[in-house]
């Protein structure tokens, strides 16, 4: 698959209305294959991604992280990402490969795979002492009005959000979203136009399948035709930062006696990375080293 995935932030109403939208085709496509997800996961992941690229970007240093969590009652159970300002994307679904059958509607079920029940975390870390963390209820499991809620009630900003996958037989076909925000100065004839344009607008996912561009996009949901381009070619990408020296780090949290208990019961360790698959083997005797540096307070 060709990468075409791109993310364009546009002004509207003369600075009033901002808007990012996104292709994430092949982010998608990406984790999918690299986690090989069923349909429904498929589908569930990529709203979540695709909404982390859009608000990754926002962020303004490379060592800055966006962290979201959906905790639902449903049976593919949690979903992390993990995004930093690039945006370099990676994340994981606790049950990847669970399916349930269509909805009402005979399209994949993603409210009733995620669950309406349980919750969303929001966690920024942006170089202060503490990092925000922002929860708020799941209200359907959709992940959009999930996070349109979340704006709304966490961050007290009008927002408008739509997300959307197509899957077909061979993977993902289309992937993308919109993120819309009103400006304090946004008026009440704006604010109905955008009303009416979103009203009759087709999802997402079916604009990005009938080849209509960002800005035709950005266009169309806004209702206006004079949209500015304000950063344009941001490219999201799949990519995971793990290694042997994380993994090391990780060991010593556990302390010497569970590390012990294993050296005495293994001849090595495997751990994988939940993000990227990647295993790490470490053997009794790294271990035994590890252990070392714990009584001797040594790195």
């Known amino acids: 698959m060709e990468n075409n995935d791109r993310i364009i932030k546009f002004l509207a109403y003369n600075g009033k209305v901002s808007i990012i939208c996104a292709n994430t085709t092949y982010l998608v496509e990406s984790a999918r294959n690299l986690h090989?997800?069923?349909?429904?996961?498929?589908?569930?992941?990529?709203?979540?991604i695709t909404i982390a690229s859009?608000?990754?970007?926002?962020?303004?240093?490379?060592?800055?992280?966006?962290?979201?969590?959906?905790?639902?009652?449903?049976?593919?159970?949690?979903?992390?990402?993990?995004?930093?300002?690039?945006?370099?994307?990676?994340?994981?679904?606790?049950?990847?490969t669970v399916d349930i059958p269509l909805n009402k509607d005979g399209k994949l079920d993603v409210s009733g795979a995620v669950g309406k029940s349980g919750f969303l975390n929001i966690i920024k870390d942006l170089g202060l002492k503490e990092p925000y963390i922002g929860m708020v209820p799941l209200i359907s499991g959709e992940i959009?009005?999930?996070?349109?809620?979340?704006?709304?009630?966490?961050?007290?900003?009008?927002?408008?959000?739509?997300?959307?996958?197509?899957?077909?037989?061979?993977?993902?076909?289309?992937?993308?979203?919109?993120?819309?925000?009103?400006m304090p100065d946004a008026t009440e004839s704006e604010i109905k136009k955008i009303e009416e344009s979103i009203k009759n607008i087709e999802?997402?996912?079916?604009?990005?399948?009938?080849?209509?561009?960002?800005?035709?996009?950005?266009?169309?949901?806004?209702?206006?035709?004079?949209?500015?381009?304000?950063?344009?070619?941001?490219?999201?990408?799949?990519?995971?930062?793990?290694?042997?020296?994380?993994?090391?780090?990780?060991?010593?949290?556990?302390?010497?006696?569970?590390?012990?208990?294993?050296?005495?019961k293994e001849e090595k360790i495997e751990t994988v990375c939940h993000f990227c698959n990647k295993k790490y083997e470490f053997t009794k005797e790294?271990?035994?080293?590890?252990?070392?540096?714990?009584?001797?307070?040594k790195d």
């Open 36 to 48: 090989d997800f069923s349909p429904v996961v498929t589908a569930a992941f990529g709203r979540v």
């Open 203 to 264: 999802p997402i996912s079916k604009m990005l399948d009938n080849n209509m561009s960002l800005e035709e996009i950005a266009k169309r949901v806004t209702g206006d035709e004079n949209v500015k381009i304000i950063e344009e070619n941001i490219i999201p990408v799949y990519e995971c930062d793990c290694s042997k020296e994380r993994f090391k780090r990780g060991l010593t949290t556990l302390g010497k006696e569970e590390l012990e208990d294993m050296v005495s």
């Open 54 to 96: 859009m608000m990754a970007i926002n962020m303004k240093d490379l060592d800055n992280n966006l962290t979201i969590q959906v905790k639902g009652d449903g049976p593919i159970g949690n979903i992390v990402v993990s995004a930093n300002c690039f945006p370099k994307l990676k994340g994981y679904v606790q049950n990847p």
């Open 144 to 182: 959009a009005q999930d996070f349109t809620n979340y704006f709304a009630t966490s961050e007290q900003t009008p927002t408008v959000v739509s997300l959307g996958v197509l899957v077909n037989k061979d993977g993902v076909s289309k992937s993308g979203g919109y993120l819309l925000n009103l």
């Open 286 to 297: 790294e271990l035994k080293q590890i252990i070392d540096s714990l009584e001797y307070g």
